[in-house]
């Protein structure tokens, strides 16, 4: 046989061979499996150890609900450090500021307002407590939206948006779509967070001792490091129902440490979700369980 029809027959016997697939990585393989015939738009992104990257339905624009309020209490440090003023600094609310029908453990606390609260009281109401009030509060007297928006991009962070206020979606649910992030964008900005010094360790341990004391949502990533040495820092997010009767979106985004030293951000959004909240919290429970088991089976790399 000629070399040249040597050659041919080789390329026509490949092309009759059935394509071998690119093996997916282990963690996304589970992951894809964990989220399988779920009624929602599930997203999910995972960096462990800074370098190992896993995303699942990173292509979707997912509502962020209170997750936003990680970003703006970057943006809030950031403002008060540049202009050299304390986190005891404090400001004055009224009334006005405390709007009913809505989560607030502010109002609840000070129905009639006319107080003066520092910054940094107002950040724990809005990152361990999620407080819609304590949010515009601080998005009206220190960075606003767009002043948010613009310092997270500062970063070389894209794949987002921060356009609306607690207010604007609690009276336009169609809103809460406009404040959106890519699961990649959002543990790309906990990666900036506690790798990058882009804030002085004094109102980078606030913000962090903030997120590692989250009260809200204990039934979605942290569940299943309870009990366990791990700990984690991270900031839910709930929205109400569209005029599907689905839930807009319900999400937890954190920074995990293990006693081995090993790390990892995780975000995981749940859009759309035809699940009751219970159910959707377990969802993320799950995918959280699944990390965190992938990452303390594997081997230790030196």
């Known amino acids: 046989m000629r070399i040249p029809r040597l050659i041919a027959y080789i390329f026509s016997l490949a092309a009759t061979l059935p394509a071998v697939a690119m093996p997916r990585h282990e963690l996304e393989a589970r992951l894809l499996n964990t989220v399988s015939g ?12 800074g370098t190992d ?58 129905p009639q307002g006319e107080r003066e609260i520092t910054v940094g009281e107002l950040l724990v109401y809005t990152l361990q407590h999620s407080d ?66 882009i804030l002085s360790d004094e109102y980078r341990s606030f913000v962090t001792d903030l997120m590692t004391g989250c009260r809200t949502g204990t039934d979605r990533l942290a569940r299943p490091l309870l009990g366990t040495e791990a700990v984690i820092g991270h900031k839910t997010g709930t929205g109400d129902k569209n005029e599907r009767g689905e839930i807009i979106g319900l999400n937890d985004i954190g920074f995990v440490t293990l006693p ?39 081997p230790r790399r030196p």
Not at 53 to 63: E, F, G, K, L
Not at 175 to 197: G, H, S
């Open 38 to 49: 779920k009624r929602a738009q599930i997203g999910i992104a995972v960096v462990i150890n």
């Open 260 to 298: 081995d030293r090993q790390r990892y951000t995780i975000a995981v959004f749940v859009r759309d979700s035809g699940h009751t909240d219970t159910e959707t919290a377990g969802i993320i429970a799950d995918i959280s369980q699944t990390v965190y088991e992938y990452v303390t089976e594997r």
């Open 132 to 197: 819609n009030n304590a949010c515009d509060i601080l998005f009206d007297r220190t960075a606003g939206t767009d002043a948010t928006d613009a310092y997270i991009r500062s970063l070389g962070i894209e794949g987002f948006a921060i356009s609306a206020n607690e207010n604007d979606m609690h009276a336009d649910p169609g809103r809460c779509y406009d404040n959106w992030t890519t699961p990649l964008d959002a543990v790309r900005l906990l990666e900036i967070f506690t790798t990058r010094p």
């Open 53 to 110: 990257t896993v995303t699942v339905n990173n292509d979707i624009r997912y509502p962020m609900m209170s997750v936003f309020k990680f970003h703006q209490a970057l943006a809030v440090a950031d403002y008060m450090e540049r202009r050299g003023l304390p986190l005891s600094t404090a400001i004055r609310i009224g009334r006005e500021d405390l709007r009913e029908n809505t989560h607030s453990p502010l109002r609840d606390a000070s």
